[in-house]
Each structure stands twice: as C-alpha cells, then as structure tokens.
C-alpha cells in the first residue's frame, strides 16, 4: 500500500446509504474517512476541522448550497483538492462544475477502480501543484531580494517580473511593465 493510501478523504453526500457504501469502500482501498458531511455548508465546516488531504463531492445536496458552491469555498479558501461524484453529467452541471478547478469528476454509479484512479491522480496533480508554488514563492523571494536590477521576459519579449531595484531603474512598476516588451 503506498502513502497516498493513508489520505484523509471527506465524503460529502446527502444520501445515507451511499456514503457509508463509499466509507466502506475508501476503508477497503486504504483511505482513511475522518468524515461525512451531508450539506453543503458542513462540508466547508468539516473539511475547515478536520483539514483532509482530499474532498469527494456530491454535486446536488439537501439544504441551500450545493456541492459546486462549497467546492469553490474549500478550494479557494482551504486550498484542498475535490473530486465531484455525482448522477449529473449533463453539459450545464459539468460546465459549472468545471469553473471550481476540480481535480476530478466521477459519474455514479461509481466503480472501485475508478474511483481508486481517480483518488490517486487528484492526490499527485495535488502534491505537484504543492510543489511548483513552493518552487515559484522560492524564485520569487530570490529574484525580489537579489541585489541586482532584475528583469524576466516570456519567450516574445514581454515583461513577466521585474524586482524592485529594476523597477528604480527603469522609473516603472512592475504592473506597468508587465507584458510590455522589454525594449
């Protein structure tokens, strides 16, 4: 069993005896559930207490938010990665959906397989998204404390960052320069 197999897993879904068929089926593939919510608000409760590693989502839930809605406040204010799994594949509910950055969508009714696939691809593009911040917070803090006048273009020329000593220099901030060519 590898370490992504030890992740805490919230189950949000509105009906009983799904969920608990889910929680069996996470315990049987390693997963821990810490967890489960069956609104959208105790979702956004639950995920801010318990700080899983990763959401399972039901789209249509009881109560005034859906699981789209809390999607996006989980991701955008906890920063935890949710996989959709809902009945729903329709173009309108998929497109919704999209918008919240999910790292995965599961159409019911679910295959063990699937879902374990689907649990371990949304855990990586989560750890390498981790990752590339961490990398880019490092270089950013590099490039802004270096004492030298520093300007970084794209691959047309264009201004992508400038440091403060560059900015001196230039007489420009770096929002002014930003996509500016660098002549």
């Excluded at 559930?33 to 409760?45: D, F, H, Q, R, W």
């Excluded at 009881?62 to 699981?67: K, L, T």
């Excluded at 920063?79 to 729903?88: K, N, Y």
């Excluded at 374990?116 to 691809?121: A, K, N, P, T, V």
């Amino acid at each position: 069993m590898n370490s992504a197999s030890r992740a805490r897993i919230l189950i949000v879904e509105d009906e009983g005896i799904i969920a608990q068929d889910l929680q069996v089926t996470l315990g049987k593939l390693g997963y821990q559930v810490p967890g489960i919510a069956s609104t959208g608000e105790g979702a956004i409760e639950m995920a801010t207490d318990l700080q899983p590693n990763l959401v399972l989502m039901d789209i249509v839930l009881w109560g005034g938010m859906d699981g789209v809605e809390a999607a996006a406040h989980i991701r955008e204010r906890l920063h935890i990665p949710v996989i959709f799994l809902t009945a729903h594949s329709d173009t309108a509910t998929l497109q919704r959906a999209k918008v919240t950055g999910p790292h995965g969508y599961l159409v019911k009714p679910l295959v063990e397989r699937e879902l374990r696939i689907g649990i371990e691809m949304a855990l990586h593009k989560h750890a390498m998204e981790c990752r590339l911040a961490e990398q880019q917070r490092w270089y950013s803090t590099t490039l802004t404390c270096i004492g030298e006048a520093v300007i970084a273009t794209d691959h047309d020329g264009g201004v992508r960052f400038m440091n403060s000593l560059a900015e001196s220099i230039t007489g420009l901030s770096q929002t002014q320069a930003l996509g500016r060519p660098l002549d």
